[in-house]
Protein backbone atom coordinates (compact mmCIF):
# COMPACT_ATOMS: atom_id res chain seq x y z
CA UNK A 1 0.00 0.00 0.00
CA UNK A 2 1.38 3.18 -0.94
CA UNK A 3 0.38 6.99 -1.78
CA UNK A 4 -2.95 8.41 -0.54
CA UNK A 5 -4.26 4.90 0.60
CA UNK A 6 -1.65 4.97 2.76
CA UNK A 7 -1.97 8.15 4.36
CA UNK A 8 -5.37 7.81 5.32
CA UNK A 9 -5.11 3.93 6.81
CA UNK A 10 -5.97 4.61 10.55
CA UNK A 11 -6.97 8.60 10.58
CA UNK A 12 -9.39 8.51 13.27
CA UNK A 13 -12.85 10.35 12.14
CA UNK A 14 -15.57 10.69 14.49
CA UNK A 15 -18.79 10.87 13.16
CA UNK A 16 -22.29 11.55 14.53
CA UNK A 17 -25.81 10.17 14.03
CA UNK A 18 -24.75 7.20 12.38
CA UNK A 19 -27.97 5.24 13.14
CA UNK A 20 -29.07 5.30 9.35
CA UNK A 21 -29.22 7.43 6.61
CA UNK A 22 -26.13 9.45 5.21
CA UNK A 23 -24.40 9.08 8.26
CA UNK A 24 -24.62 4.80 8.40
CA UNK A 25 -23.27 4.97 4.90
CA UNK A 26 -20.04 8.05 5.80
CA UNK A 27 -19.37 5.33 8.74
CA UNK A 28 -19.39 2.02 6.16
CA UNK A 29 -17.66 3.75 3.46
CA UNK A 30 -15.04 5.53 5.47
CA UNK A 31 -14.38 2.85 7.44
CA UNK A 32 -14.00 0.65 3.68
CA UNK A 33 -11.85 3.12 2.52
CA UNK A 34 -9.28 2.93 5.20
CA UNK A 35 -10.26 5.05 8.46
CA UNK A 36 -10.43 4.29 11.91
CA UNK A 37 -14.32 5.01 12.17
CA UNK A 38 -16.10 5.76 15.63
CA UNK A 39 -19.45 5.89 14.47
CA UNK A 40 -22.08 7.31 17.18
CA UNK A 41 -25.73 7.11 18.14
CA UNK A 42 -28.40 8.56 20.46
CA UNK A 43 -29.78 5.15 21.57
CA UNK A 44 -28.16 1.89 22.89
CA UNK A 45 -30.03 0.02 20.64
CA UNK A 46 -28.22 1.42 17.17
CA UNK A 47 -24.68 1.54 19.33
CA UNK A 48 -24.88 -2.26 19.61
CA UNK A 49 -26.17 -2.31 16.03
CA UNK A 50 -22.69 -0.87 14.80
CA UNK A 51 -20.74 -2.48 17.19
CA UNK A 52 -22.06 -5.62 16.09
CA UNK A 53 -21.39 -4.80 12.20
CA UNK A 54 -17.87 -4.25 13.15
CA UNK A 55 -17.70 -0.26 13.71
CA UNK A 56 -16.06 1.34 17.24
CA UNK A 57 -19.52 2.52 18.12
CA UNK A 58 -20.36 4.78 21.10
CA UNK A 59 -23.54 6.51 22.75
CA UNK A 60 -23.32 10.32 22.05
CA UNK A 61 -26.61 12.45 22.55
CA UNK A 62 -25.94 15.68 21.15
CA UNK A 63 -28.51 17.34 23.72
CA UNK A 64 -26.46 15.98 26.52
CA UNK A 65 -23.29 17.32 27.56
CA UNK A 66 -22.11 14.97 29.51
CA UNK A 67 -22.41 12.42 26.31
CA UNK A 68 -20.66 14.51 24.26
CA UNK A 69 -17.85 15.09 27.00
CA UNK A 70 -17.78 10.97 27.56
CA UNK A 71 -17.88 9.96 24.00
CA UNK A 72 -14.91 12.59 22.95
CA UNK A 73 -13.05 11.71 25.80
CA UNK A 74 -13.36 7.58 24.87
CA UNK A 75 -12.38 8.27 21.03
CA UNK A 76 -9.46 10.07 22.35
CA UNK A 77 -8.00 7.45 24.66
CA UNK A 78 -8.31 5.22 22.29
CA UNK A 79 -6.61 7.35 19.99
CA UNK A 80 -3.74 8.50 21.91
CA UNK A 81 -5.21 11.56 21.78
CA UNK A 82 -5.20 11.98 18.07
CA UNK A 83 -8.42 13.10 15.82
CA UNK A 84 -7.53 13.62 12.23
CA UNK A 85 -12.09 14.43 11.27
CA UNK A 86 -14.89 15.34 12.61
CA UNK A 87 -18.21 14.99 10.73
CA UNK A 88 -21.10 16.85 12.16
CA UNK A 89 -24.47 14.82 10.76
CA UNK A 90 -26.92 14.14 13.50
CA UNK A 91 -29.97 16.34 13.55
CA UNK A 92 -33.62 16.11 12.60
CA UNK A 93 -36.30 18.33 11.14
CA UNK A 94 -39.08 19.90 13.34
CA UNK A 95 -41.80 20.66 11.29
CA UNK A 96 -45.06 22.88 11.68
CA UNK A 97 -45.94 26.03 10.93
CA UNK A 98 -43.33 28.75 13.05
CA UNK A 99 -47.15 30.38 14.81
CA UNK A 100 -47.66 26.68 16.04
CA UNK A 101 -44.24 25.71 17.52
CA UNK A 102 -43.31 26.48 21.40
CA UNK A 103 -40.17 28.50 22.56
CA UNK A 104 -39.36 24.87 23.45
CA UNK A 105 -40.04 23.21 20.57
CA UNK A 106 -37.75 25.78 19.05
CA UNK A 107 -35.71 25.02 21.78
CA UNK A 108 -35.04 21.27 21.25
CA UNK A 109 -34.42 21.85 17.70
CA UNK A 110 -31.65 24.40 18.49
CA UNK A 111 -29.82 22.29 21.14
CA UNK A 112 -29.22 18.72 18.54
CA UNK A 113 -28.66 20.93 15.18
CA UNK A 114 -26.76 23.77 16.61
CA UNK A 115 -25.85 23.80 20.06
CA UNK A 116 -24.70 20.23 20.33
CA UNK A 117 -23.10 20.37 17.16
CA UNK A 118 -20.98 23.66 18.55
CA UNK A 119 -19.90 22.12 21.75
CA UNK A 120 -18.73 19.18 19.94
CA UNK A 121 -16.44 20.96 17.65
CA UNK A 122 -15.30 23.10 20.55
CA UNK A 123 -13.78 20.26 22.27
CA UNK A 124 -12.23 18.68 18.99
CA UNK A 125 -10.90 21.83 18.02
CA UNK A 126 -7.68 21.97 20.72
CA UNK A 127 -6.87 18.27 19.63
CA UNK A 128 -6.37 19.11 15.67
CA UNK A 129 -5.23 22.57 16.94
CA UNK A 130 -2.38 20.32 18.59
CA UNK A 131 -1.60 18.16 16.24
CA UNK A 132 -1.33 20.79 13.57
CA UNK A 133 -4.53 20.60 11.68
CA UNK A 134 -7.96 18.15 10.65
CA UNK A 135 -11.10 18.04 8.98
CA UNK A 136 -14.43 19.35 10.65
CA UNK A 137 -17.28 18.85 7.96
CA UNK A 138 -20.80 20.09 8.91
CA UNK A 139 -23.81 18.62 7.11
CA UNK A 140 -25.68 21.43 6.15
CA UNK A 141 -28.93 21.68 4.18
CA UNK A 142 -29.96 23.38 0.83
CA UNK A 143 -32.37 24.81 3.72
CA UNK A 144 -29.23 26.54 5.24
CA UNK A 145 -29.57 28.96 2.76
CA UNK A 146 -32.96 28.65 1.31
CA UNK A 147 -36.26 28.57 3.42
CA UNK A 148 -39.35 26.96 2.82
CA UNK A 149 -42.47 27.31 4.48
CA UNK A 150 -43.99 24.37 7.51
CA UNK A 151 -40.11 23.93 7.95
CA UNK A 152 -39.25 27.12 10.05
CA UNK A 153 -36.82 25.46 12.84
CA UNK A 154 -34.94 23.48 10.76
CA UNK A 155 -34.56 26.30 8.19
CA UNK A 156 -33.72 28.47 11.39
CA UNK A 157 -31.03 25.87 12.63
CA UNK A 158 -29.33 25.18 9.43
CA UNK A 159 -29.24 29.02 8.48
CA UNK A 160 -27.54 29.41 12.29
CA UNK A 161 -24.79 26.17 11.42
CA UNK A 162 -23.76 28.17 8.11
CA UNK A 163 -23.30 31.49 10.03
CA UNK A 164 -21.42 29.33 12.51
CA UNK A 165 -19.33 27.62 10.27
CA UNK A 166 -18.09 30.10 8.00
CA UNK A 167 -17.18 32.77 11.53
CA UNK A 168 -14.71 29.07 12.49
CA UNK A 169 -13.19 28.98 9.16
CA UNK A 170 -12.44 32.86 9.42
CA UNK A 171 -11.27 32.32 12.63
CA UNK A 172 -9.40 29.12 12.12
CA UNK A 173 -7.01 30.09 9.31
CA UNK A 174 -3.40 29.41 9.57
CA UNK A 175 -4.25 26.33 11.77
CA UNK A 176 -4.43 23.37 9.22
CA UNK A 177 -8.18 22.86 10.68
CA UNK A 178 -10.40 23.19 7.76
CA UNK A 179 -14.05 23.56 7.74
CA UNK A 180 -16.25 22.67 5.40
CA UNK A 181 -20.63 22.28 4.47
CA UNK A 182 -22.22 19.70 2.31
CA UNK A 183 -25.41 20.90 1.43
CA UNK A 184 -27.78 17.91 0.39
CA UNK A 185 -31.24 18.38 -0.82
CA UNK A 186 -33.25 15.14 -0.76
CA UNK A 187 -31.51 12.23 0.59
CA UNK A 188 -32.71 8.66 0.90
CA UNK A 189 -33.08 8.24 5.00
CA UNK A 190 -35.30 8.47 8.08
CA UNK A 191 -35.18 11.68 8.03
CA UNK A 192 -39.13 12.07 7.54
CA UNK A 193 -39.98 9.36 9.89
CA UNK A 194 -38.45 11.26 12.74
CA UNK A 195 -40.03 14.63 11.53
CA UNK A 196 -43.53 12.74 11.53
CA UNK A 197 -42.43 11.70 15.33
CA UNK A 198 -41.73 15.34 16.15
CA UNK A 199 -44.32 17.25 14.57
CA UNK A 200 -47.10 14.60 16.41
CA UNK A 201 -45.16 15.49 19.88
CA UNK A 202 -45.19 19.27 19.62
CA UNK A 203 -48.11 20.48 16.88
CA UNK A 204 -51.94 20.35 17.63
CA UNK A 205 -52.83 20.45 14.19
CA UNK A 206 -56.41 20.34 15.03
CA UNK A 207 -56.36 23.57 16.37
CA UNK A 208 -53.93 25.71 13.71
CA UNK A 209 -55.39 27.67 10.89
CA UNK A 210 -52.93 25.85 8.76
CA UNK A 211 -54.37 22.19 9.19
CA UNK A 212 -55.41 21.73 5.58
CA UNK A 213 -51.78 22.44 4.68
CA UNK A 214 -50.74 19.75 7.20
CA UNK A 215 -52.71 17.02 5.80
CA UNK A 216 -51.00 17.04 2.52
CA UNK A 217 -47.32 17.67 4.92
CA UNK A 218 -48.04 14.51 7.12
CA UNK A 219 -49.31 12.74 3.67
CA UNK A 220 -45.36 13.62 2.51
CA UNK A 221 -43.41 12.70 5.50
CA UNK A 222 -45.65 9.21 6.44
CA UNK A 223 -45.32 8.13 1.92
CA UNK A 224 -43.02 5.51 1.33
CA UNK A 225 -40.19 5.83 -0.73
CA UNK A 226 -38.92 9.60 -2.48
CA UNK A 227 -41.59 12.15 -2.61
CA UNK A 228 -39.15 14.89 -3.92
CA UNK A 229 -38.21 14.53 -7.53
CA UNK A 230 -33.94 14.17 -8.16
CA UNK A 231 -33.65 12.51 -4.60
CA UNK A 232 -30.60 10.68 -4.31
CA UNK A 233 -28.97 7.72 -2.07
CA UNK A 234 -26.25 8.98 1.00
CA UNK A 235 -23.91 7.41 -0.86
CA UNK A 236 -24.01 10.80 -2.97
CA UNK A 237 -23.46 12.70 0.09
CA UNK A 238 -20.25 10.17 1.19
CA UNK A 239 -18.41 11.48 -2.04
CA UNK A 240 -18.34 14.79 -0.74
CA UNK A 241 -17.29 13.99 2.48
CA UNK A 242 -14.55 12.12 0.89
CA UNK A 243 -12.84 15.05 -0.97
CA UNK A 244 -13.35 17.23 2.08
CA UNK A 245 -11.26 14.39 3.93
CA UNK A 246 -8.63 14.21 1.46
CA UNK A 247 -8.53 16.71 -0.90
CA UNK A 248 -5.35 19.39 -0.28
CA UNK A 249 -7.60 22.58 -0.87
CA UNK A 250 -11.19 20.88 0.42
CA UNK A 251 -14.29 23.23 -0.89
CA UNK A 252 -15.87 25.62 1.99
CA UNK A 253 -19.17 24.34 0.43
CA UNK A 254 -20.48 20.82 -1.35
CA UNK A 255 -23.86 20.97 -2.99
CA UNK A 256 -25.73 17.72 -3.46
CA UNK A 257 -28.13 17.27 -5.76
CA UNK A 258 -30.15 19.08 -8.36
CA UNK A 259 -32.46 21.22 -6.15
CA UNK A 260 -29.66 22.13 -4.33
CA UNK A 261 -27.65 23.52 -7.38
CA UNK A 262 -30.75 25.23 -8.91
CA UNK A 263 -31.64 27.27 -5.70
CA UNK A 264 -27.87 28.55 -5.70
CA UNK A 265 -28.19 29.65 -8.81
CA UNK A 266 -31.87 31.16 -8.52
CA UNK A 267 -30.93 32.82 -5.19
CA UNK A 268 -27.85 34.82 -6.81
CA UNK A 269 -30.26 36.27 -10.30
CA UNK A 270 -33.64 36.54 -8.76
CA UNK A 271 -35.25 38.91 -6.86
CA UNK A 272 -36.33 37.89 -3.67
CA UNK A 273 -39.79 38.45 -4.36
CA UNK A 274 -39.70 36.53 -7.20
CA UNK A 275 -37.58 33.36 -5.12
CA UNK A 276 -40.35 33.65 -2.37
CA UNK A 277 -42.64 32.39 -5.22
CA UNK A 278 -40.44 29.89 -6.43
CA UNK A 279 -39.77 28.67 -3.09
CA UNK A 280 -43.74 28.67 -2.19
CA UNK A 281 -44.45 26.86 -5.23
CA UNK A 282 -41.89 24.20 -4.69
CA UNK A 283 -43.20 23.09 -1.71
CA UNK A 284 -46.50 22.86 -2.53
CA UNK A 285 -47.87 23.46 0.48
CA UNK A 286 -46.06 21.21 2.39
CA UNK A 287 -46.46 18.63 -0.37
CA UNK A 288 -42.84 18.43 -1.09
Known sequence: MEGKDAERM???ILITGCSSGIGLCAARGLRARGYRVFATARKAADVARLSEEGLEALRLD????DSIAQAVEAVLARTGGCLYGLFNNGAYGQPGALEDL????LRRQFETNVFGWQELTNRVIPVMRRQGGGRIIHNSSVLGFVAMPYRGAYNASKY???GLADTQ???LRGTGIHIALIQPGPIESRFRANAHRAFL???DAEASPHRDNYQAMMDRLTREGPVVPFTLPPEAVLKKVIHALESP???IRYRVTVPTHLFAVLKRLLPDAWMDRVLGRSSGGGKR
Open 160 to 162: ALE
Open 10 to 12: GRA
Open 169 to 171: RLE
Open 102 to 105: SREA
Open 201 to 203: RWV
Open 62 to 65: LDEP
Open 249 to 251: RPR
